[in-house]
């Protein structure tokens, strides 16, 4: 494997204690700018309407405990000890969570998946031995189709929650720093003034997504640590200042004594209180960019105490202060001289933290695309050198359009943190859940143990839903709205591209029909390379049948390429091609399979054609290495049964192999080929047998003595056909599919695919423009998939 592009995709497992220390401080502008300000808005949500603040203290003491407990109990035990460990090769969100279960359970509803991708160095599975209870959790999810299909929507949502919060958060992150303003205008000035001022800042945020986030990185990291520093600076002043002895209510019994006074009330508080913890799936969806070590110090050892002095400062200034009992805001705790600053870096705080919830919107939306759950959309990649940093026009703009309505629509943070919280705690029971999965079918733990996780974690944050959800005319409705319209536009599309696949699958067309063309049926091939794309890994795509019936002619060289998903984050370069032939040498066809992870980036349409010539040539020299290998041993290379039914040669691992023009090849016997006979099964259980070789696992050593070697002549005349046919051009032949349910649908299938899924298609990009294929270099053909 070439080292340079190895870095590329794996990252470094023994980091020096000076490069965990340097990320742990980039971390704080990309993870923890949404959690840092959250000090802004906590108890002046909380306070906003259900419960009020008395001389007792008790409320504010209650609220106290709870926000103390809650951060320790989600943010430092959930997530910095334990799902951070549930990486998918270094990479955290809902995706690596479902991708690390579809590779231990076959419970993944993705098309086209192969056996030979679990020879994937990144498709690592842990070799301990399975248990038995381990094994009956296993059968019982492979068992039944539905759980495949619930575990799926389970997913979509959590990830439609996480959409959500990238309206949500920004709106009430920037709202809140702005609302420092009212302590030094007037009510009627402030009430015209804040919401102009917070649009204003959320459109030039929007704006500005295009430059990418590394342009404007490199502070981003200072603000947040400028901010921490400030919050709980302005925190040990005030619990100096105005009430040393507030430690006492981090006691668990002043949570009692809350709820004790506050009863029901209390209850429908929490909505408020959970806003401490907003932010905290941010470490695990972006432990990619980081590491678990850095993550974990930078908010253990500076996040957390300076989130907990921050609030224990608050609450010592309203415990001695209690005129301000209408007005509760974070702003009325700082001194009077340092309000404006203080308040310049509070909206310099909110921005990061809006930008980095905005990222990961974009992340994961890519993220969805790639494994066929979104309708395409233009994915623009902003730096070259920073892996991840990704702008999509269509996405950004509507987040605009959704955070400005919902400032002027909602206008207070009373409605904005209710429509928050639920979709926070929304995403956290979705990762929980999962997380139980893991650790029982990845890390082959004991069920008891998942089943403790799950109730210990998932009742804390069911009662904190609940409090939320009891909001629904409140605000809460809005993520629930957003979350349904998106479950719907993501399963539909999923559903509908599923279907399309098993329709290519039963109507693809033998081999036999493809050596039939020829002149005689007045087919000609004609100069160039014909790239046919399709969804399937073997036979051949009925568009390609339907293209020759209407166009008797295809090109001197012929490649049906599928480029596909596979479970894991990133496919190292040097295994990502599967490459074949199709037919005998002599038809100049090939199969090229294309794999791709869900945080891969996928190549533009001018690399990816050279790099598949490139593949075809080494691929190329290696099948006659290979031939010649079994005729100087006096073996026999003939196909197998299943290549001779199928038609179909084997395919090879094509990686950064160095084939010289002498046709020189080192020998290395003490490295032994990798060969896998799979039988791989398609959604609809038909099988196909495809054998693997890896030949970037066997080097062998050929010397030609006699340049007039019939193999060597074929080799080369091989080789001159295809840089003939690449300097001829290259055309990209792709379906322009119609999808229609068939007659006796039922109304449901019938309004899903005939109307949903049609208007998504033809309003969002094409093939064509996501593979970014030149317009003269395109050939579509008309496809209606009847499903």
């Known amino acids: 494997m070439d080292v340079e592009n190895e870095k590329c995709w794996q990252k470094s497992k023994k980091d020096s204690w000076r490069t965990t220390l340097l990320l742990a401080y980039q971390s704080l502008g990309v993870v923890y700018g949404d959690l840092s300000t959250s000090p802004l808005y906590v108890y002046r949500s909380t306070f906003a309407e259900d419960i009020q603040h008395s001389e007792t203290n008790e409320e504010i003491f209650g609220v106290l405990s709870f926000v103390f407990w809650t951060l320790t109990l989600v943010p430092l035990c959930k997530y910095v000890f334990i799902v951070l460990r549930a990486d998918d090769n270094g990479e955290g969100g809902t995706f690596a969570l479902y991708s690390s279960i579809c590779r231990h359970a076959k419970v993944s509803l993705l098309p086209n998946r192969q056996v030979a991708d679990e020879s994937l160095s990144t498709y690592k599975l842990e070799q301990l031995p399975d248990r038995e209870y381990n094994s009956k959790v296993r059968m019982l999810l492979e068992k039944y189709k539905f759980l495949h299909t619930a575990l799926l929507i389970l997913v979509l949502l959590g990830t439609c929650m996480v959409i959500g919060d990238g309206v949500l958060t920004p709106v009430i992150s920037v709202f809140s720093a702005v609302s420092g303003l009212e302590l030094s205008m007037s009510k009627g000035h402030h009430e015209y003034a804040m919401i102009p001022i917070t649009c204003f800042i959320l459109v030039c945020l929007f704006a500005l997504q295009h430059y990418g986030t590394h342009r404007v990185g490199f502070f981003f990291a200072p603000i947040v640590l400028v901010w921490l520093i400030c919050i709980s600076g302005l925190g040990l002043y005030n619990i100096i200042h105005w009430n040393p002895q507030v430690y006492q209510a981090l006691s668990p019994y002043y949570m009692l004594k809350f709820f004790k006074k506050t009863k029901k009330q209390g209850w429908m508080s929490l909505g ?13 969806a972006d432990l990619g960019h980081f590491s678990y070590a850095a993550i974990q110090i930078a908010f253990t050892f500076l996040v957390y105490p300076a989130l907990i002095l ?16 209408d007005h509760i805001s974070y702003y009325v705790s700082v001194p009077e001289s340092l309000r404006w600053p203080v308040l310049a870096i509070a909206i310099l705080a909110s921005v990061v933290g809006s930008q980095a919830i905005i990222s990961g919107t974009f992340s994961i939306i890519n993220q969805s695309q790639s494994l066929g759950c979104f309708p395409r959309v233009k994915v623009v990649h902003t730096s070259d050198k920073i892996h991840g940093q990704i702008y999509i ?5 509507i987040l605009m359009i959704l955070c400005i309505a919902v400032t002027i629509g909602f206008r207070d943070i009373k409605h904005m943190g209710n429509a928050s919280g639920l979709a926070v705690m929304a995403v956290m029971l979705v990762t929980t859940c999962l997380t ?11 069920p008891i143990i998942a089943l403790c996780f799950l109730l210990f974690f998932g009742s804390i944050e069911l009662l904190y839903f609940s409090a939320s959800l009891v909001k629904f005319r409140e605000g809460a409705w809005l993520p ?5 319209f998106l479950v719907t536009v993501m399963f539909v599309w999923h559903y509908a591209t599923i279907k399309k696949y098993e329709y290519d699958l039963h109507n693809k067309v033998s081999l036999e029909w493809l050596l039939a063309l020829g002149p005689t049926l007045g087919i000609c091939r004609v100069p160039g390379i014909g790239l046919v794309f399709t969804d399937l890994t073997s036979g051949i795509p009925a568009n390609f049948s339907r293209f020759v019936t209407n166009l008797p002619a295809f090109h001197r060289v012929l490649v049906f390429v599928c480029v596909k998903s596979v479970p894991v984050p990133f496919v190292p370069p040097a295994e990502r091609y599967l490459v074949g032939r199709v037919g005998p040498a002599s038809l ?3 199969r090229c399979i294309v794999r791709y992870g869900y945080r891969d980036v996928h190549q533009d349409v001018d690399s990816f054609e050279s790099d598949l010539v490139k593949r075809l040539a080494d691929f190329i020299h290696y099948d006659w290495c290979r031939s010649q290998m079994s005729t100087d041993r006096g073996t ?7 290549e001779r039914s199928s038609g179909e040669h084997r395919l090879a691992v094509v990686g950064n192999i160095d084939f010289t023009r002498s046709l020189v090849f080192e020998v290395d016997e003490s ?11 398609t959604v609809e259980s038909i099988g196909d047998i495809i054998e693997m070789s890896t030949p970037k696992e066997r080097r062998v050593r050929f010397a030609i003595d006699d340049p007039e070697d019939p193999s060597e002549v074929q080799l080369r005349q091989e080789l001159e056909d295809l840089m003939a046919a690449q300097q001829s051009g290259t055309a990209f032949i792709l379906g322009h599919s119609h999808v229609k349910a068939k007659q006796g649908s039922s109304v449901f299938k019938r309004i899903a695919v005939n109307f949903g899924y049609n208007f998504l298609r033809r309003n969002c990009r094409g093939p064509d423009v996501v593979l970014k294929v030149p317009p003269a270099s395109l050939l579509e053909v008309g496809m209606v998939y009847v499903v």
Request: one cysteine or more; charged letters at 10%; proline letters at 4%.
């Open 272 to 284: 408020g209180i959970l806003l401490c913890i907003t932010g905290s799936e941010a470490m695990f």
């Open 310 to 325: 921050a609030y224990m400062g608050q609450a010592a200034y309203l415990s001695k202060n209690h005129q301000n009992v």
């Open 393 to 397: 026009p269509e996405i950004n703009w």
């Open 436 to 446: 139980s999965l893991v650790i029982i079918l990845c890390w082959h733990k004991p």
């Open 480 to 484: 629930i709205l957003l979350a349904l």
């Open 588 to 590: 100049r066809a090939y």
């Open 636 to 642: 026999d290379d003939h196909p197998s049964a299943s």
């Open 671 to 681: 490295m032994q080929q990798e060969s896998v006979s799979c039988g791989f099964q």
